[in-house]
């Protein structure tokens, strides 16, 4: 074993002798110049490699962050709001008719009528009073409410009247032989407390006779598109003076459109020198009544006119009558129920609530925020008039809570209203990392590539 190894360190020594003694490799000079030019080239091909890594993640980082984001998607409902209620008038029993004009927001130019009913005539009793205080002023016009006009003076034929009317169960008033009076003050009497010989006596007084007065009566209907009043004497007694309940809507629209008779019947008590006494109009006063005339034969009557608070800018004007009621008491009540469904068919219509979610929007880099309705809102129809609505939002990159962000216009009909949109909370900017990590969803060249 020992001469073994002592072979084995015999032979590396002579290698390692062999190598010392071995000359040098000789390298050309050429070969050393090309060899010196690689290693430049390769420095400067990885210096370069190097730069340009270097200024396109310069380029980059730049149009990261001060590329635009994409806008935030935006989420949205248009609820359509639910009409009110329709109306249902109230009608009074017996033959009625009613005319409601005004509030043309609501109503329309035409407003609204109704009737329901027998449609043909009835007596129509003292309203009778009314269509003879406006043919005598026809022929014999005051020139306003506070004219008194010409004085009349009672013949003993005049006196008469008084027991005449008296016998038959009439409404009557003192008229002494003699005793003078206005005609603003005999008109007075004749339709405030609907005395019969003042109607009979002014009527004789204007015209010369009764048949004259009839005439005369005949041709102002006529004139005055109410040819299917049929009036045969003054004062409504007779039951032959008839009208239909539409045709008292005329009538007493003509009737308040005279200064002088509406300021009579407007009257709550006389105001006539040593008289004294109650309009038979009990509704006077209430739910804007402000006349026209009662009457009463076998079945009640009235003709009224109002000017209704609907909780619109102004009131309505309302003409009705009612034709052939069981007692007045009740026409009354059946008149306040009628008017009391004509203002309750104005309702608010509740179209949207403080806070209420209409929308919402999201960004890419995760920000959310919903549209909400900045103020109750809420508007007043008549009936069921539809209602629609139209909704217009905003882009929005950022914004802060509050903010408005879009419009909502509902419309009734003509009316409009219109409520903002905003923000209920902040939409911030996306930080820097998520710029330089989500280049496809900047707003910029590189968006939507992938």
Same mark, same amino acid.
């Given at each position: 074993?020992?001469?073994?190894?002592?072979?084995?360190?015999?032979?590396? !020594?002579?290698?390692?002798?062999?190598?010392?003694?071995?000359?040098?490799?000789?390298?050309?000079?050429?070969?050393?110049?090309?060899?010196?030019?690689?290693?430049?080239? =390769?420095?400067?091909? +990885?210096?370069?490699?190097?730069?340009?890594?270097?200024?396109?993640?310069?380029?980059?980082?730049?149009?990261?962050?001060?590329?635009?984001?994409?806008?935030?998607?935006?989420?949205?409902?248009?609820?359509?709001?639910?009409?009110?209620?329709?109306?249902?008038?109230?009608?009074?029993?017996?033959?009625? =008719?009613?005319?409601?004009? @005004?509030?043309?927001?609501?109503?329309?130019?035409?407003?609204?009528?109704?009737?329901?009913?027998?449609?043909?005539?009835?007596?129509?009793?003292?309203?009778?009073?009314?269509?003879?205080?406006?043919?005598?002023?026809?022929?014999?016009?005051?020139?306003?409410?506070?004219?008194?006009?010409?004085?009349?003076?009672? $013949?003993? =034929?005049?006196?008469?009247?008084?027991?005449?009317?008296?016998? &038959?169960?009439?409404?009557?008033? =003192?008229?002494?032989?003699?005793?003078?009076? *206005?005609?603003?003050?005999?008109?007075?009497?004749?339709?405030?407390? $609907?005395?019969?010989?003042?109607?009979?006596?002014?009527? +004789?007084?204007?015209?010369?006779?009764?048949?004259?007065?009839?005439?005369?009566?005949?041709?102002?209907?006529?004139?005055?598109?109410?040819?299917?009043?049929?009036?045969?004497?003054?004062?409504?007694?007779?039951?032959?003076?008839?009208?239909?309940?539409?045709?008292?809507?005329?009538?007493?629209?003509?009737?308040?459109?005279?200064? /002088?008779?509406?300021?009579?019947?407007?009257?709550?008590?006389?105001?006539?020198? @040593?008289?004294?006494?109650?309009?038979?109009?009990?509704?006077?006063?209430?739910?804007?009544?402000?006349?026209?005339?009662?009457?009463?034969?076998?079945?009640?009557?009235?003709?009224?006119?109002?000017?209704?608070?609907?909780?619109?800018?102004?009131?309505?004007?309302?003409?009705?009558?009612?034709?052939?009621?069981?007692?007045?008491?009740?026409?009354? *009540?059946?008149?306040?129920?009628?008017?009391? $469904?004509?203002?309750?068919?104005?309702?608010?219509?509740?179209?949207?609530? &403080?806070?209420?979610?209409?929308?919402?929007?999201?960004?890419?880099?995760?920000?959310?925020?919903?549209?909400?309705?900045?103020?109750?809102?809420?508007?007043?129809?008549?009936?069921?008039?539809?209602?629609?609505?139209?909704?217009?939002?905003?882009?929005?990159?950022?914004?802060?809570?509050?903010?408005?962000?879009?419009?909502?216009?509902? /419309?009734?009909?003509?009316?409009?209203? *219109?409520?903002?949109?905003?923000? !209920?909370?902040?939409?911030?900017?996306? !930080?820097?990392?998520?710029?330089?990590?989500?280049?496809?969803?900047?707003?910029?060249?590189?968006?939507?590539?992938?």
């Amino acid at each position: 074993m020992e001469t073994h190894d002592d072979e084995l360190t015999s032979f590396a !020594d002579l290698l390692d002798s062999a190598d010392a003694d071995a000359p040098a490799p000789v390298i050309d000079p050429a070969e050393r110049a090309r060899r010196r030019r690689r290693r430049l080239r =390769a420095g400067i091909t +990885t210096a370069v490699v190097a730069l340009v890594l270097l200024g396109l993640a310069g380029g980059y980082a730049a149009y990261a962050l001060t590329t635009p984001v994409a806008l935030p998607a935006a989420e949205t409902r248009t609820p359509q709001p639910t009409a009110g209620a329709p109306a249902s008038l109230a009608m009074p029993a017996g033959a009625s =008719a009613v005319q409601v004009s @005004g509030g043309t927001d609501f109503l329309g130019v035409d407003g609204l009528a109704a009737a329901s009913g027998a449609p043909g005539p009835l007596p129509m009793a003292s309203i009778t009073k009314l269509v003879t205080a406006l043919v005598v002023l026809d022929a014999h016009p005051l020139s306003g409410p506070d004219d008194p006009g010409p004085v009349l003076t009672f $013949s003993k =034929a005049d006196h008469a009247l008084y027991d005449q009317y008296y016998v &038959r169960g009439a409404t009557i008033a =003192a008229m002494p032989t003699g005793s003078t009076m *206005s005609l603003h003050d005999a008109l007075e009497l004749m339709l405030v407390v $609907s005395a019969s010989n003042y109607a009979d006596a002014v009527s +004789t007084w204007a015209f010369g006779s009764r048949g004259a007065f009839v005439r005369a009566t005949d041709a102002w209907l006529d004139r005055n598109g109410l040819g299917r009043i049929t009036v045969v004497e003054p004062t409504g007694i007779d039951p032959r003076n008839t009208a239909t309940a539409a045709d008292l809507i005329t009538l007493g629209t003509i009737a308040m459109s005279n200064e /002088t008779i509406a300021g009579i019947v407007g009257m709550t008590t006389l105001d006539v020198p @040593g008289f004294t006494g109650s309009n038979t109009n009990s509704l006077l006063g209430t739910d804007g009544v402000r006349g026209i005339k009662t009457g009463t034969l076998e079945g009640s009557n009235l003709l009224f006119s109002s000017l209704l608070d609907v909780g619109i800018d102004e009131p309505l004007t309302i003409t009705g009558a009612v034709l052939g009621g069981r007692d007045r008491d009740s026409v009354n *009540s059946d008149v306040e129920r009628m008017l009391g $469904s004509i203002r309750s068919g104005f309702h608010a219509v509740s179209l949207a609530r &403080r806070g209420e979610v209409y929308g919402s929007y999201e960004t890419p880099w995760g920000a959310e925020a919903q549209m909400v309705v900045a103020a109750d809102a809420a508007v007043l129809t008549w009936s069921d008039t539809p209602i629609t609505a139209e909704m217009t939002t905003s882009p929005l990159t950022t914004g802060r809570a509050g903010e408005k962000v879009g419009t909502i216009t509902w /419309t009734a009909g003509p009316r409009t209203l *219109s409520t903002d949109l905003v923000l !209920d909370a902040d939409i911030a900017m996306p !930080d820097d990392w998520w710029r330089l990590t989500h280049p496809l969803e900047l707003d910029g060249p590189l968006a939507g590539r992938g």
